[in-house]
């Protein structure tokens, strides 16, 4: 799950002075934001929550929430008051598989088509009465629907049917170009908490640079090295980096061939330094991260597999959440300039793509079992 998240809230809002407005924001102080400071308090993740009305739009309001619904992590529903603009807007979630989190004020009716969903009840009096300092029982419940929705980022079918829509827009992003995909998005596609990192490529070298590309969570701008480092040593994640071994007989048939027939001996030996050089610098990163663990406690693990059988046929970035993929073409001479992929871990793609990696680590890799706080393979 992703260490950071944005929760959509659907809820009637009426005129300034109106008993609406007022139990709209009520529900916001003392019930939706009590529940994400719990959640980052118990969990380590780290919520927001608007309406509409609090975010300032330029353009059309009604597509910039359509927008919301479709895009952000969790939709926050809350009926009162027989809002027809609230149910309009939940039954285009429900349409695009959306993670729902029902709040219902104990006074409104459950109605026919949607009385069978899970529903999170209170009483504005008694949150008016009770105010923000109050543990009630509403905002355990409410944290831990919400962490629940936050793990499922859509629904593969929508009415237990039909695709859901706006799918194409969240689980497929194609990059016309790989080198096109920015260096904060790339961050922020690795801004997970205890989950899986996966890395895969020939060698991996444009990663042991030391540019100060990458940023943490609290904006600070670092080198892949230290990016990977607070990675494993804070948030607990599990890295795996697998690049092909200069000895696979295999490299030579993935290289661009200039001319036609076998690849250069010029371009196989360059390649083939190029992998020993990248092998050198990662597990000296390997080696000061285990230092670093060792000495904090940290409880991520960063390994290092060689591939020796098999072929990588892709450069791969991995989640537990997703996946950034771009094949290798022969006849484009560096990888970044061919198009990419980025796919949602609903998706089928994703699910072959990971099955793939992890297929290539067994069988080149020490099984994870025996994987210490960072290990070489």
Known sequence: MSRNGVCFVISPIGDEKADARGEAQDVMDYLIKPALARIEAKDGFEFTASRSDQIPVIGDIVNHVVKRILEDDVIIAVLFNRNPNVYYELGIAHSAGRPVVLLKNADEPRHFDISTHSMVEYSWETLRELRQGHERPEVRVLADAIVSASQRSREPLSFDKYDPLGRQFTDFKVLSRFIDL????????????????????????????????????????????????????????????????????????????????????????????????????????????????????????????????????????????????????????????????????????????????????????????QATSASVA
């Open 182 to 369: 920015r260096y904060d998005e790339w961050s922020s596609f690795f801004n997970v908490k205890r989950g899986l990192i996966g890395l895969m490529g020939i060698s991996l070298h444009h990663f042991t640079g030391a540019e100060s590309n990458w940023k943490l969570p609290n904006g600070e701008a670092v080198n892949f090295a230290a990016f990977i480092q607070s990675k494993v040593v804070i948030d607990g994640c599990n890295v795996v980096l697998v690049i092909m071994d200069e000895t696979n007989p295999a490299l030579p048939q993935m290289l661009r061939m200039e001319e036609p027939g076998e690849p250069d001996d010029g371009v196989i030996d360059t390649v083939r330094a190029e992998v020993v050089r990248s092998s050198k610098r990662w597990q000296r990163h390997i080696a000061n991260v285990a230092e670093h663990c060792a000495n904090t406690g940290g409880s991520g693990t960063l390994r290092l597999v060689k591939v020796r059988h098999g072929m990588i046929y892709h450069r791969l970035s991995i989640t537990d959440h997703g996946a950034i993929v771009t094949p290798y073409f022969f006849h484009i001479g560096t990888n970044s300039g061919g198009p990419g992929l980025v796919v949602g871990a609903s998706t089928a793609w994703y699910a072959a793509l990971r099955r793939d990696f992890e297929y290539l680590v067994e069988r080149n890799g020490i099984p994870s079992a």
